[in-house]
Structure formats: structure tokens, C-alpha cells
């Protein structure tokens, strides 16, 4: 028989559930672990795995951080980090999985922490993970500014000749503004615009893998996908592409691409309290998200490597992905594959928002 842990805050003690044989089998878990059901359970299954993938979001970190790893390590870190390091982050989502299925609560990773190891580690988690969600929310909003500013400035002239950090800041202030207000609204809106956010990923991956398939005049070789070296750090191993200073620190660098994008998967945990059969489908929710993410990902940034080019005129403009589309493509085309990515920037972000505002939700409750 499976003893629980004491719920990290009030639980039970404070909110009593008199009678559990009248709860269905999400409300009697919940109430096991120490609460009442309190929000509506109008998540489906499919629902608790899109908010993750809408947050881990290949439309969002293979955009915006692709520089990052062109500049520590180039090619060779995107074609073969971003699977290598991919393994890595799915072990740690089985064991989250296995985690969230035990307990699914809001909480997530600090109630686990709380569980397993003591009020000490859950307080710190707690904070750790909620500074992690604004910081996220923030990182992903103001990506989402500044490609938009770009994508506008792909179609209008008059725009790129006006741009401003100001601008792109106002733009930023407004992205958060629309996250905000959208997450004030219901609970089941969330949910189906979450589902939306789904299939604008993966058809907008799709139409993008196709384009830079089929329009770009030439593609690099297989060889220099897969081989090729860039040391863009700022003069770090005097930009050397070799010596132990850029295997072990340099390329390394390079694989915070991958990092920073299948990151926020604990989402599915943060609105457990509110998925049907939540044991079950937000294990689910966490290792696919990362899985299929995982695999999309590799597919598009590959096309990004075989659209190249000018490899060192990418280097040249700071190894962003804007440099490549308007090298292969027209730039009404390379406009439209920005945009894109904008507006899946959009989704990620307000998903972004949901998971964090749960995850405060069951920290206060906590007190």
C-alpha cells in the first residue's frame, strides 16, 4: 500500500474533504495527496501535452537562440547537439513523468521536491522554478517582439528604416499585455487555444521545411552540416576551432540551444488539477512533448544548416536565422517564414504564462 507524504502546506488539515467516495478518481487522488479539487478538470489529455509542446515550442528556441549555437560551435553543434543533448533532457522527462504520475498536482517540481526531500528542498525549488517562469515568460515574449519588429520590416521599407529598441520594447509591453489578458479568461479557452498552438507548430514546421526545401538555389553538403566548426565567441580560444578550450568550453556553449528550447515541459504537471485522468495523461504530456519537440526540432533546424549560403556571412551578421532566410529567399518569402515563427513565438509565450500562474496558483496555496 502506497503511503503518501504530507502535503508541503495546509492541505486537508485546513480544507477537508468529508466525503471521498462521492469524488471521481482525479478528485480522490487529489484529495489523497492533501487538497480539494478546486479547479474545473477541462483539460483533455491532448490539451495537458500541447501546453508543453506550445512551451518547449520549435517555432520559439530554434529561432531565436539559433545564433547562439552557429557562434559556439556552428553547424556541428545544431546537427549533431541538438539530438545528443536531446537524449539527455528525455531521461529527465521519464523521470518526471514517472514523478507527476505519482503526484499530479499543480505544484509540480517543488511539491515533488517537498515529497521526496523535505520542506527545505521544496521551498527552494519552489522559488528556483517560479523565478525560472518569469524569467521564460520574459525571454519568450521579448523573442517574440523582436521577430515580429522583423517580419514587419521584411514587408515595409519604411518600417526596418524606423527601427528602435523602443520600438521593439512597446511591442514586447504589448505581447505581455495580450498573454495576460488572454489568461484572465477561461480555463477550457486555454486549453483549445493550446490545442490550436499544436497544429500552427507543426503545419508552420512543415510549410517551413518545405520552402527551404524546395526555394533556395543551392544547400550546403551533407559534410559541412555535419562537420563544420565556428568559433563566433568573442574570442574565446582566439577563436580557434580546435584544442581541448573549445571541445570542452566553446561547443558546449553551443548546446544551450537545445537547453533553452526543450525546456518548461513541467507544465503538463502545473495544470494536472485541472486534465481528465491526470495521472496517466500528464506523464504522457511530459515525455511526448519532449520526444516529438525533440525530433521536429532536428527535422527544421537541419533545413536551416542545408539553406546556408554563405556560411561566412552568417558568421558575419551573428549566426541569426534572419541572415540565412534572406540569403536563400526572396525576402517577402523569408518575411512570411518569420512571421511564422512569430506567431508560434505568440502561443509559446501565453503558454508560458498559464504554467506559470499555476504553478503560483498551488504555491500560495501552500503558504
Known sequence: MRVDPPPPGRGLQEAPVADTSKLNADEQRLAELGYKQELSRNWSGFSNFAISFSIISILAGCFTTFGQAWNNGGPIAISIGWPLISIFILIIGLTMSELVSAYPTSGGI????????????????????????????????????????????????????????????????????????????????????????????????????????????????????????????????????????????????????????????????????ETQGAADAAAKGIWRSIFYSAIGGWILLLTFLFAVQDPEAVTAGGGGVAVIFFQALDAKVAGAVLLISTIGQFFCSMSCMTSCSRMMFAFSRDG
Not at 523602443?166 to 480555463?187: D, E, K, M, T, Y
Open 110 to 273: 517543488y511539491w515533488w521536491a517537498c515529497a521526496l526531500g523535505g520542506p527545505k528542498a521544496g521551498y527552494y525549488t519552489g522559488w528556483l522554478n517560479l523565478i525560472g517562469l518569469w524569467a521564460v515568460i520574459a525571454s519568450v515574449s521579448y523573442g517574440c517582439a523582436t521577430f515580429l519588429d522583423l517580419s514587419l520590416s521584411a514587408f515595409s521599407e519604411d518600417w526596418a528604416a524606423g527601427y528602435s529598441l523602443q520600438r521593439v520594447f512597446i511591442i514586447f509591453i504589448c505581447v505581455l499585455a495580450a498573454v495576460s489578458i488572454l489568461n484572465i479568461f477561461s480555463g477550457a479557452l486555454m486549453a483549445m487555444l493550446n490545442n490550436v498552438s499544436v497544429w500552427w507548430h507543426v503545419i508552420g514546421a512543415a510549410v517551413i521545411v518545405i520552402i527551404l526545401i524546395v526555394l533556395p538555389p543551392s544547400h550546403m553538403s551533407v559534410s559541412d552540416v555535419f562537420t563544420m566548426t565556428v568559433n563566433n565567441s568573442g574570442g574565446l580560444n582566439g577563436g580557434e576551432t580546435s584544442g581541448l578550450l573549445f571541445w570542452l568550453y566553446v561547443l558546449p556553449l553551443g548546446f544551450l540551444l537545445t537547453q533553452y528550447t526543450i525546456t518548461g515541459f513541467d507544465a503538463s504537471a502545473h495544470v494536472s488539477e
